[in-house]
């Protein structure tokens, strides 16, 4: 029975990497959309996601 809680351990670790690598990713390219929205003149260049 040890070995299940092992393995789930694992699996609940594993997961919660991938969604910090996810994280990650959908953050720079929301910045990147960003940057490129202001070079547009779309938003204002003091514009500040919070």
Do not use: P
């Not at 910045?31 to 996601?49: A, H, I, T, W, Y």
Request: net charge negative; charged share 20%.
């Amino acid at each position: 029975m040890e070995n299940l809680g092992f393995i789930f351990g694992i699996i609940g670790m594993s997961m919660g990497l991938a969604g910090f690598i996810f994280s990650i990713v959908a953050m720079s390219k929301i910045d990147k959309l960003e940057s490129k929205l202001k070079q547009l003149d779309v938003l204002n260049q003091d514009f500040k996601l919070d």
